[in-house]
Nanobody, 118 residues
């Protein structure tokens, strides 16, 4: 079982940068595929970026090269570096972990709020 805690959300101006962190406690973090999702006010949760247990990554189309997802298995932590932020990036960002071979082992954090506004 994993417990996930996000941090790093803040109020930032358009064009600015933020780095989100997801700290995991529990066992076998390196075995999990990880991801960042977000939910804007009045909208459904959507995937932002994902990274597999072996480090392969993929991104939502709206990222357009602005974000980078990476993980540090030694520190049981995943990150999302967000650059050139836009007002439409505003939302609660959630960390997700799941075992590909055992879909019942899926966990979510409580989220961290990112607000992009001038």
């Amino acid at each position: 079982q994993l417990q996930l805690v996000e941090s790093g959300g803040d109020l930032v101006q358009p064009g600015g940068s933020l780095r989100l962190s997801c700290a995991a406690s529990g066992s076998a973090f390196s075995m999990y595929d990880m991801g960042w999702y977000r939910q804007a006010p009045g909208k459904e949760r959507e995937v932002v970026a994902r990274i597999t247990n072996v480090g392969s990554t993929d991104y939502a189309e709206f990222v357009e090269g602005r974000f980078g997802i990476f993980r540090d298995n030694a520190q049981n932590t995943m990150f999302l570096q967000m650059n050139r932020l836009r007002p439409e990036d505003t939302g609660v960002y959630y960390c997700n972990a799941k075992l590909r071979a055992r879909p019942e082992y899926e966990y979510w954090g409580e989220g961290t709020l990112v607000t992009v506004s001038s």
